[in-house]
């Protein structure tokens, strides 16, 4: 371990970011987007995390052991995710449930390979983090040639003759989003009329939209995250334009309605079948809602995301990490929330359920 790693440690553990944990205690820790703009997803992994946490130690812990969890903010920023991976290792983490952001998981990936730690990602969809990731690399969601197929084909299919922007923020997750989704949509044999980058965190996307009006728009796919895709589309509406707006599985949070208002009416966006609505999730969700929480979005992928770890460590027998790894793509497949999971060579899921979902009148539903 480095000098800088260990400072690195101290240095959060003078601020008080490390929980107090029992010697003999697991060392496992999920980390997402604490604050920032997409605070709401790190607040999804959280309390995901948290619940899966206290019901397994209810349950007897894993191997005679607790769970002791530490979250990280990584602020869905890269750098900030790869110090928070250098702070896991010091403190002993075997085990990491997340990142949420795809432009943080892929290099945090890399510590993790090093470090000896065993990563499952509930939210980031891009290829790139299994395609190019290790042994350590699993995921409880699908990816994005999968969600960016069905956007594709039901773009080609329901809109016919219409004139398609495609938009991303130039993000590992929204770009990757938007450029397999363009892939499909051109394999159908539609060409879109405008491709273009925009950048996240501003206010006004005027020139935007003024952008899309002009060159008569009338569907536009957005690969990005909630809070920019909100204003876009909101300012659209305020222009007077009335595009159909399609984005990915980053749009499942309420705070997009809150973003967009009655703006928002009609919008569409790609995510697994609800699984708040699985059987195997009923207990869970109940637990949730007995505290006033919704389980929306990645809460559930999550919880799964600790479960199939403390199956797979149990059945392992051990929580070396390399071995836990082997059981997870040997074995299978793993009960969880989510039901029945079985993970490949890569750490992939073996079936993925993307569909569509429409938002209205402030909630969203399947179509």
Known sequence: MTRTTLFAGAALLALGLWAPAKAADIQIASAGPVTGAYATFGAQLKNGAEQAVADINAKGGVLGKKLALTIGDDACDPKQAVSLANDFAAKGVVFVAGHFCSGSSIPASKVYT?????????????????????????????????????????????????????????????????????????????????????????????????????????????????????????????????????????????????????AGEGTLMTFPADPRNRPTAAAVVKEFKDKGIDPEGYVLYTYAAVQ?????????????????????????????????????????????????YQWHDGNYHEL
């Open 308 to 356: 199939i770890w403390a199956e797979a460590a149990t059945k392992a027998g051990t929580t070396d990490s390399k071995k836990v790894s082997e059981t997870l793509k040997a074995s299978g497949p793993w009960d969880s929330v989510l039901g029945p999971i079985s993970f490949n060579a890569k750490g992939d899921i073996t079936k993925s359920d993307y569909v569509l």
């Open 114 to 262: 090093e470090e000896g730690i065993l990563e499952i990602s509930p939210a980031s969809t891009n290829p790139k983090y299994t395609d190019e990731g290790s042994w350590n690399t699993f995921r409880t969601c699908g990816r994005d040639d999968q969600q960016g197929q069905v956007a594709g084909d039901y773009i080609a299919t329901h809109f016919k003759g219409k004139k398609v922007a495609i938009l991303h923020d130039n993000s590992a997750y929204g770009k990757g989003l938007a450029d397999e989704t363009k892939k499909f949509l051109n394999a159908a044999g539609v060409k879109e009329t405008l491709y273009t980058p925009y950048t996240p965190g501003e206010k006004d996307y005027s020139a935007l939209v003024s952008r899309l009006k002009d060159a008569g728009i009338d569907v536009i796919y957005i690969g990005g995250y909630h809070t920019e895709i909100g204003l876009i589309e909101r300012q659209a509406k305020e222009q007077g334009m009335k595009p159909q707006v399609i984005g990915g599985d980053a749009l499942q949070t309420n705070e997009f309605w809150q973003i967009t208002g009655p």
